[in-house]
């Protein structure tokens, strides 16, 4: 089951998109301002809202680390925002000052893409904030974007209702033409990489104008070719579905639709689980938090609903969810540190004595500079400790 634990109605405008980093929620909207707040009770961060783009904002999407927050907007800019101080660390203008109505960053924090009313795609080097290659679909709006979980390739959509699957070089893998007649609304890749024999398979979702939500499976074979064919169609929404995401495992697939209601299946076997209906107008985005069993669905009401998933049906065995009091108990804490605790249940202070264990205890001070806790330790990568936090092996 599935329950509405609280409503944000901060913004006066229609709420265009959704993020979770492993702390923190952002939030976009027509109102010209992202607003970002603390998971563990919802308060707003003292230096939210955010105020730097000058028209819409479109789409929002975290670093891995969660210590930045890229945005998008008609104003035809991507803004950068530090997340520890709330700052704007860079403004990126997107090549011929279009709208730009998509960015997605890749996985390991090193690449962004941006996506423009016009057709024109940007990809940026995310540490230097330098753009790499440019591209183009003729005759669209580009409205989508998703990195696969290797970072090395990106789903884009449009209003033409392609997917295409694009290299770093900005080459054209594959083109899906005709994914979703009257065209696509959002795409996103499964966390996972499956393997077998000489092929590499990934998962995406894409929904669209045609109210169908589907699920492709994209196969890179060893010689380096790709194809992509339709798994699942899903249709438990009854007008066009605007949003999509995956949940961290990849059980669990969310969307949000014009007939105002938030669906959630089961992604392995194309079930709708449940259908929630909080929302009075169009349900616009929709977000799986990476760390606790949450949700996250933004609407034309110019709200925001927080959702838990009570019953466990994403990836804990079929067992209940422990709520958040169980989730912040520290009955299991050996009386001389941490021993009994997951890896992801350590608090800041734990991560730094075990950086001193370790004999790394010059990093204690960059990681307290960037709160690097459990969760957040468990999704660092070398990409990430180079391109976040300055971190080179030497």
């Known amino acids: 089951m599935a ?27 027509g109102d010209k301002t992202l607003r970002v707040y603390n998971t563990h009770d919802f308060a707003e961060l003292p230096f939210s809202p955010l105020s730097g783009h000058g028209y819409s904002v479109h789409c929002c999407c975290f670093s891995t680390c969660g210590q930045f927050l890229a ?23 997107h090549p011929g000052r279009s709208p730009v109505r998509i960015c997605a960053l890749s996985p390991d924090s090193t690449h962004l893409v941006s996506g423009a009313s016009d057709g024109t795609l940007a990809l940026w080097d995310f540490p230097s904030k330098q753009m790499r290659r440019t591209g183009a679909v003729a005759d669209t709006t580009m409205v989508a974007c998703s990195f696969s979980p290797c970072s090395q390739v990106f789903m884009t959509g449009s209003t033409y209702g392609d997917l295409r699957l694009w290299d770093l070089n900005m080459n054209q893998l594959l083109a899906e033409k005709n994914a979703h007649d009257l065209g696509v609304s959002c795409c996103s890749f499964a966390p996972s990489i499956l393997t077998g024999g000489q092929v590499v398979r990934f998962h995406l979702a894409s929904c669209g104008q045609d109210s169908l939500l589907k699920i492709w499976v994209i196969n890179k074979f060893c010689f380096g070719a790709y194809k992509m064919q339709l798994l699942h169609t899903l249709s438990g929404q009854s007008a066009p579905v605007l949003s999509c995401a995956y949940s961290s495992d990849g059980l669990l697939l969310v969307s949000g639709s014009v007939d105002k209601t938030v669906a959630i299946y089961d992604a392995e076997n194309a079930v709708l689980l449940y259908t929630l209906n909080q929302h009075g107008r169009y349900v616009t985005a929709c977000a799986f938090s990476p760390t606790s069993p949450l949700i996250a669905t933004g609407s034309m009401d110019k709200t925001v609903n ?35 605790l997951l890896v992801a249940d350590w608090s800041e202070e734990d991560v730094s004595e075990w950086l001193v264990e370790e004999a790394l205890g010059g990093l204690v001070d960059k990681f307290r500079a960037n709160n690097i806790d459990g969760t957040e330790l468990l999704s660092l990568t070398k990409e990430t400790l180079a391109s976040e936090l300055n971190i080179v092996q030497e």
């Open 3 to 29: 329950s509405l634990i609280c409503t944000l109605q901060h913004h006066q405008d229609d709420v265009n998109w959704c993020a979770f980093s492993a702390k923190l929620l952002a939030t976009c909207s």
């Open 71 to 93: 945005s998008c907007s008609t104003d035809a800019t991507i803004v950068v925002w530090s997340m520890v101080s709330g700052e704007i660390e860079a403004v990126l203008e």
């Open 306 to 340: 927080i959702w838990r998933l009570e019953d466990g049906c994403s990836a804990h065995g079929g067992k209940s969810l422990p709520d958040e009091s169980a989730q912040m108990s520290t009955e299991g804490r050996a009386p001389g540190g941490r021993s009994k």
